[in-house]
């Protein structure tokens, strides 16, 4: 799902991200230190004066990644008896 999120945009934060896929600060903290891992998001951080501002963004790797598995799931749907 966060995947699908970043495919779409260019970079977000994780406030954003966090609030549109529902999940806690801890579960999209673990997810996307396994994206991160795996090569598919980089995770820049930085200060925004005094406060921390972190954006997530999808890889060149993840977003060939993302449209394989798109690929694969489009060819799933299209196997299905109508």
């Known amino acids: 799902m966060v995947l699908t999120y970043l495919y779409v945009v260019e970079s977000v934060d994780y406030v954003f991200?966090?609030?549109l896929t529902g999940l806690t600060w801890g579960n999209l903290?673990?997810?996307l230190t396994k994206?991160?891992?795996a090569g598919y998001i980089v995770i820049n951080k930085e200060f925004i004066g005094k406060k921390p501002?972190?954006?997530i963004r999808l890889t060149e790797e993840g977003r060939a990644a993302f449209k394989g598995y798109k690929k694969s799931l489009?060819?799933?749907l299209d196997d299905l008896p109508e």
Do not use: C, D, Y
Request: net charge negative; no cysteine; charged share 20%.
């Open 29 to 31: 903290s673990t997810h």
């Open 35 to 37: 994206l991160e891992e």
């Open 53 to 55: 501002h972190s954006t």
């Open 74 to 76: 489009q060819q799933v």
């Open 17 to 19: 991200l966090m609030r």
